[in-house]
């Protein structure tokens, strides 16, 4: 008799999240073995709520790698991150969708185990021009810097959510309405328009472009920097910068993959998006599909999503800076403050390329 009373009010308990309010009358499955702190007796604002299952199909792993195939999420953590969704508007401003938090399988581990084969390694053999397109079952596409997933001081913020809980505020209990599928969900984005539903298919990218490359280029300088645009024709060229843009001091550990430290020595300069925004404006394709190509005097290169540098949400900006008496490595110089590593801090800047994949 309590044994059936008890399937009885999980039975109830599951209908009940099925067709709670904010669900768009999608039927999305009650994780029954989520915790729920439904009284407050921890701390942790996140686990108030009913967690909810989202179906997740095979996701095939492809690109310049030795071992494609079908990603085998079972053997992989499971990861967390919280995030506030929002989209563009069409009256220029930003439409908010609701607070969430998501569990599942982080690209970082999805691709950890592929063995990289580079179609330009014979040109270029760091991996920092990498990129990774990842592709939903509607042929929508998205895209990720291989600096994104590898590189950041906070690892695994990009996942391919496997389950969602509603963040839901005290006072007014809005229920916002619930994906109905999986979804890649970027953990740092502002405009959430990278997180699409159904991811089918990760394909892992050089930039498609050949650059000149010359190892051990002494003095190695760069008097300005070009700009391109999706053609390849210079928007601009920079050989200095304006005394009335504001400078940020950033206070850092300059450590390498490599090399270890470097220095602890203060990088001072103006963030980048504010000099670049102008050239390659905000728009859906750009959010989703944006990426810049950094090249530097000796065709040391690196790549950046358009989102990665004009639509954080954790103020970890990359900055540009100028040193008029730099000798070896100057003029001009990128800053990411969101990796761990100097790797992308990229010297001698000789032009930045943008494309929309």
């Given at each position: 008799m309590?044994r059936r009373?008890?399937?009885?009010?999980?039975?109830?308990?599951s209908?009940?999240?099925?067709?709670?309010?904010g669900?768009?009358?999608?039927?999305?499955?009650?994780?029954?073995?989520a915790?729920?702190?439904?009284t407050?007796?921890?701390?942790?604002f996140?686990?108030?709520v009913?967690?909810?299952k989202?179906?997740?199909?095979?996701?095939?792993?492809?690109?310049?790698?030795?071992?494609?195939?079908?990603?085998d999420?079972?053997s992989?953590?499971?990861?967390?991150?919280?995030?506030?969704?929002?989209?563009?508007?069409a009256?220029g401003?930003n439409?908010f969708?609701?607070?969430?938090?998501?569990d599942?399988?982080?690209?970082?581990?999805?691709?950890?185990?592929?063995v990289l084969?580079?179609?330009?390694?014979?040109e270029?053999e760091?991996?920092i021009?990498l990129?990774?397109?990842v592709?939903?079952?509607?042929?929508?596409?998205?895209?990720?810097?291989w600096?994104e997933?590898?590189?950041?001081n906070?690892?695994?913020?990009?996942?391919?959510a496997?389950?969602?809980?509603?963040?839901?505020p005290?006072k007014?209990?809005?229920?916002?309405?619930?994906?109905t599928?999986?979804?890649?969900v970027?953990?740092?984005?502002?405009?959430t328009?990278r997180?699409?539903s159904?991811?089918?298919?990760?394909t892992?990218r050089?930039?498609?472009?050949?650059f000149?490359?010359?190892k051990?280029?002494?003095p190695?300088y760069?008097?300005s920097f070009?700009?391109?645009g999706t053609?390849?024709?210079?928007l601009?060229?920079?050989?200095?910068?304006?005394?009335?843009?504001?400078?940020?001091?950033y206070h850092t550990?300059?450590?390498?993959r490599?090399?270890?430290?470097?220095?602890?020595?203060?990088?001072?300069?103006?963030?980048?998006k504010?000099?670049?925004?102008p050239?390659?404006?905000?728009?859906?394709n750009?959010?989703?599909?944006?990426?810049l190509?950094?090249?530097?005097?000796?065709?040391?290169?690196m790549?950046?999503?358009?989102?990665?540098?004009f639509?954080?949400n954790?103020?970890?900006?990359?900055?540009?800076?100028?040193d008029?008496n730099?000798?070896?490595?100057?003029r001009?110089?990128?800053?990411?403050?969101?990796?761990?590593?100097?790797?992308?801090?990229?010297?001698?800047?000789?032009?930045v390329?943008?494309?929309?994949?």
């Amino acid at each position: 008799m309590i044994r059936r009373f008890l399937i009885l009010i999980t039975v109830a308990a599951s209908l009940y999240g099925c067709n709670q309010p904010g669900t768009t009358g999608s039927v999305i499955m009650h994780d029954d073995f989520a915790v729920i702190d439904s009284t407050g007796a921890t701390n942790n604002f996140y686990d108030n709520v009913e967690t909810y299952k989202l179906p997740v199909g095979i996701i095939t792993v492809e690109g310049e790698i030795a071992n494609p195939g079908a990603a085998d999420l079972s053997s992989l953590p499971l990861r967390s991150v919280i995030v506030k969704e929002a989209l563009p508007a069409a009256d220029g401003g930003n439409r908010f969708t609701g607070a969430f938090r998501y569990d599942g399988y982080s690209l970082l581990d999805i691709l950890n185990d592929r063995v990289l084969q580079k179609a330009n390694a014979e040109e270029f053999e760091p991996i920092i021009d990498l990129f990774v397109e990842v592709e939903n079952s509607s042929g929508e596409k998205v895209v990720f810097s291989w600096g994104e997933l590898y590189y950041p001081n906070n690892l695994h913020r990009i996942i391919i959510a496997t389950r969602v809980a509603r963040i839901v505020p005290s006072k007014t209990n809005e229920l916002w309405d619930l994906p109905t599928g999986s979804k890649i969900v970027a953990g740092n984005d502002l405009l959430t328009s990278r997180n699409i539903s159904d991811p089918v298919r990760v394909t892992v990218r050089s930039y498609p472009k050949s650059f000149e490359t010359v190892k051990g280029l002494s003095p190695m300088y760069s008097n300005s920097f070009s700009v391109y645009g999706t053609d390849d024709n210079i928007l601009d060229e920079f050989s200095s910068l304006h005394s009335g843009m504001a400078r940020l001091t950033y206070h850092t550990i300059f450590y390498g993959r490599g090399k270890g430290i470097h220095s602890t020595t203060p990088f001072r300069g103006i963030m980048l998006k504010d000099l670049l925004l102008p050239y390659y404006p905000l728009s859906e394709n750009a959010l989703k599909r944006g990426l810049l190509c950094v090249v530097a005097a000796d065709g040391y290169r690196m790549t950046v999503t358009w989102s990665e540098l004009f639509n954080r949400n954790d103020q970890q900006e990359i900055l540009l800076i100028e040193d008029v008496n730099g000798e070896d490595g100057g003029r001009f110089r990128f800053f990411p403050a969101c990796d761990f590593f100097s790797d992308r801090a990229i010297k001698s800047v000789a032009s930045v390329y943008y494309t929309e994949r």
